[in-house]
């Protein structure tokens, strides 16, 4: 079936990546306002960018009278109103059932942080705090915002975040730098409400020697 994303609603067209773009890892975004008030959501369009400088970055869609979600609206750069830091906090199976009712829209200035019963604890080097329950962490400073359609109903909005600090468990990390994903416990959205664990895993090598027969 070949499909023209014109022919479709934005609805429909939502579908054909959430269920073609899978596993989505999950950053569970904080933020604070100018005002103060901390935000929490989920974000599964999300991914690193690059380790020199060490970049990541998440997209909140607009809402549908086209503006700004409060965790954009929060880190957008200080010269458009907002903080220009953030938290990237992976989400994992522990507190899976919090992730999902974090995206409960609460009306402006109200903590997503209060409903759940997760535990803001003071960031290294910004603003927001990050997640106290989360293994991983990454503190972020706003290098861009990219907009895919300025202003318009559930356009795409890129935010790109320099990471100034991470926080890992102990227990998670060897001396080599690698996290043990057991340990670990980070989950996935699939499509629709469904989700995914990390616990099924294979091994292989990579380039010629991934066609070579395992014993
Ligand atoms: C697991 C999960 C992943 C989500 N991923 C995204 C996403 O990538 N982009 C987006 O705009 N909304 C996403 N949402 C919806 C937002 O979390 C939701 O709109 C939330 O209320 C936004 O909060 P905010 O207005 O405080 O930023 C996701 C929701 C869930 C439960």
Redesign the pocket.
């Known amino acids: 079936m070949q499909i023209l994303p014109e022919d479709l609603e934005p609805r429909e067209r939502y579908k054909l990546l959430i269920g073609g773009v899978v596993p ?1 890892p ?2 569970f ?1 904080s ?1 604070i306002s100018p005002e103060g008030a901390l ?8 991914t690193a960018i690059g380790s020199n400088p060490m970049t990541m970055l ?4 607009a ?1 549908a009278d086209g503006s700004d ?4 609206a ?1 880190c957008r750069p200080t010269s458009e109103g907002g903080v220009g830091e953030f938290v990237i906090n992976v ?1 994992v199976e522990n507190y899976a059932r919090k ?2 009712a ?5 009306p402006h200035g109200e903590s ?1 942080f209060d409903l759940i019963g997760l535990t803001p604890v003071a960031s290294s080097r910004v603003r927001p705090p990050r997640v106290a329950e989360s293994p991983i962490s990454y503190e972020c400073e706003t290098l861009q915002i990219v907009r895919t359609a300025p202003g318009e109903p559930a356009s795409g909005n890129v935010v790109i975040g320099r990471v100034v600090c991470v926080h890992v468990d102990d227990e998670l990390i060897d001396e080599r730098f690698r996290i043990d994903p057991d340990a670990f416990g980070a989950f996935g ?1 699939m499509g629709g409400f469904e ?1 995914c664990r990390t616990r099924d895993r294979f091994a292989m090598p990579r380039g010629r020697a991934a066609l070579e027969e395992q014993e």
């Open positions: 989505r999950i950053a975004v933020t935000n929490l959501a989920p974000y599964s369009f999300f998440f997209c909140p869609a809402l979600k409060d965790t954009l929060n989400a992730v999902a974090a995206a409960e829209p609460l997503e959205r989700y």
